[in-house]
């Protein structure tokens, strides 16, 4: 998978897929909460393929990784309702992203905006209620005028329209962090 094998990856991911949702379903308590990390974690794992021979235990590496994505997006979560418990402060640390990380991030933010904009409307209107203003599904679901199993279906199909167009543009991610050298 270090070359880029996709055929590697896909077996790396259908193998940890399921525990590491498990870990984050657990801890987070939210089945879509839980989908992100699951695909943030896995494209991480393929942006950083090339230094996977430098780890000795992967399992480790892997659900070390997952916890850390985790807390950063209960950080975050808490951050926006202003209400930051100490121990989960205690817990993150202070770790922050160093150059790579932001640059991945910048990249995959802008692949994730194009992703947005390629959805239905009604999809995309779900989404950024949802996931990008916070609302809950029943807020949602009224000012979309629509009932909460139509919100809710929206939501699924946008999260699956969003995971297929950037995984099916991965590469151009790759090959936008490879033409800009790391400093």
């Not at 991480?44 to 994505?69: G, P």
């Not at 991945?104 to 203003?133: N, T, V």
Request: some cysteine; aromatic content about 8%; hydrophobic content about 45%.
């Amino acid at each position: 998978m270090a070359d880029g094998n996709q055929e590697a990856f896909r077996q790396l991911f259908h193998r940890y897929r399921h525990k590491v949702y498990a870990v984050a379903l657990d801890t987070t308590g939210s089945p879509v909460m839980a989908e992100d990390v699951l695909q943030d974690i896995f494209l991480k794992i393929w942006l950083h393929r090339a230094r996977l021979n430098q780890i000795t235990h992967f399992k480790a590496y892997l659900f070390t990784a997952t916890r850390n994505h985790i807390i950063n997006l209960l950080k975050k979560e808490q951050r926006q309702s202003n209400a930051l418990p100490e121990q989960l402060e205690l817990a993150a640390g202070a770790s922050e992203y160093d150059g790579e990380i932001y640059l991945m991030e910048k990249e995959y933010g802008a692949l994730l905006q194009q992703a947005i904009s390629r959805l239905p409307q009604r999809q995309a209107e779900a989404y950024r209620l949802i996931r990008l203003a916070g609302l809950k599904r029943e807020v949602a679901a009224q000012q979309m005028g629509v009932s909460e199993d139509t919100t809710k279906s929206h939501l699924t199909q946008a999260l699956r329209n969003i995971r297929a167009f950037c995984m099916a543009h991965l590469d151009c991610i790759i090959f936008l962090l490879l033409a800009h050298p790391f400093v």
